[in-house]
Nanobody, 125 residues
């Protein structure tokens, strides 16, 4: 089954760090992978995106300087490193890709069509 599975969320104190993982059931080498988040009562927002084949990596303004994306294609895993967390970062975090896209995926994603189930990040004050 083609899927993305997130993990690594949890409860962390203000200023703390977490590393989220997005594991693909397929080789993600050709795919750009994006992370999104959705807080209660708010719209989903983009956090960042990492392209395939050493293409560009992009971050939302809220993530710049605090969050870092990396990928280990040999492990079919894309990581989102969260640092200097604040309660405003509390949300469900999702990874997504354009699975039906052919060629090397580039950020930003225009129409993600494969999503993970999400992992909850809660930051206490």
């Amino acid at each position: 089954q083609t899927k993305l599975v997130e993990s690594g969320g949890g409860l962390v104190q203000f200023g703390g760090s977490l590393r989220l993982s997005c594991v693909a059931s397929f080789g993600p080498d050709y795919y750009a992978i994006a992370w999104f988040r959705q807080a209660p009562g708010k719209e989903r927002e983009a956090v960042g995106c990492i392209s395939a084949n050493d293409g560009p990596t992009e971050y939302a303004d809220s993530a710049k300087g605090r969050f870092t994306l990396s990928r280990d294609d040999a492990k079919n895993t894309i990581y989102l490193h969260l640092n200097h967390l604040t309660p405003e970062d509390t949300a469900v975090y999702y990874c997504a890709t354009e699975f039906l896209f052919t060629g090397y995926g580039r950020c930003p994603l225009s129409n993600p069509d494969l999503w993970g189930q999400g992992t909850q990040v809660t930051v206490s004050s």
